[in-house]
């Protein structure tokens, strides 16, 4: 099956010739000081294996459990934010369509603080049959604890105490951590974030797995997608291989530069894969004052918007659009015998090819108005091809940020707001 493709000929010209052959030895590098785990945060590097080596047990209770929970439930309340959130938010979103019959419907709550949507999903469950995973690594983190706290009681008015039980699934730390005592106590079922895996990269283990399970996608196939990706990078050279080039334009683009990355893409059920490696990118690489600032547009509906700013703006930017070559998906557009709409030059055209053309129109447009333009392929809107994706940008990110030179696997950073917000609400100790 075809894996993820990578294209560079749209960017070369704005850098200086062979500039891709002078930083390759750094790339290189960089990729060794992760292979061999001799790099800063290199506790963190047990994504890097997962496709091969996660626990067969918990992947098959994983399958239990999923199956379990579309018996049981209409509803999927999945509880978690930032690297326990958007993994699973990208892979139900990419995958799930009007023909795909979904197993059970996935809510998530617990990724704001919001009393209007925890008041909409309350909502929506109101008649529906519910269950819950709430994932947290730390589980102490505000915003899941508070909607776990609202969710349990309502899953015990339901349900009663027992019945809630069986209905409520915990994933964490396998031993430490207030979530953990609870779902002890309470006899929930636990699946486990390693311990050597950082949020942001976790979406292959039961953070990401039971969730994409429950909402009636192939996890064999996910996996195996994300298996062969991997086979695929760490054996293919430099020159050919999609990650360590991904790697290479980024710090290339950065140092002659560059300071916004857009991810680009021209399918909506895209939207949370950009979310996804926004985090990705910007939890591993912002810090020590660098990093490229990741932005994402879903094209074209953000072409009628931002794309003032895109074609004309300040030249600060690099664009790397996301191609889908089969979707899954066709309409045509029908000859209309009025034509007051003066479309007919389009009748008989499918909407995937006239979809392609805006993205080859917008491609040159962006890299004459001088926005340099790299094109990630993905074959198929399936999981073998999903999996491959997440794998590709993860491994892409672990080279990149060891070539910038920081630690890409701790985020300092997002603990001062926290400090802040507790001192504020009164909390002990802050
Ligand atoms: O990637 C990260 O480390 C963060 O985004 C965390 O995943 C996020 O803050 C949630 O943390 P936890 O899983 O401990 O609730």
Redo the contacts with the bound molecule.
Sequence with gaps: MKLIGFDTKYAKGFLKEHAAEEIKARVLAAKDTLLSGSGKGSDFLGWVDLPEKYDKEEFARIKKAAAKINQDSEVLIVI?????YLGARAAVSFLESYDRKRATEIIFMGNNISALYVNTVLDQIRDKSLSVNV???????TE?AIAFRIIKKLMEERYGKEGAASRIYVTTDKARGALKKMAEQEGYECFV?PDDI???Y?VLSAVGLLPIAASGADIDALMLGAASERAYLLETPYEDNPALQYAAYRNLFYENGKKVEILADFEPFMHYVCEWWK?LFA?SEGKDGKGLFTASLDFTTDLHSVGQLVQDGERNLIETVMEVDDTGAAIQVESDADNYDQLNYLAGMDLNYINKKAQEGTRQAHVDGGVPNLVVNIPKRDEFSLGALFYFFEFACGVDGYTLGINPFD?PG?EAYKKNMFHLLGKEGY
Excluded: F, L, N
């Design positions: 978690g934010i930032g690297g326990s994932i947290s690594k730390s589980g102490t983190t899941p974030v950082g949020g942001r976790s985090q939890e985020q997002v």
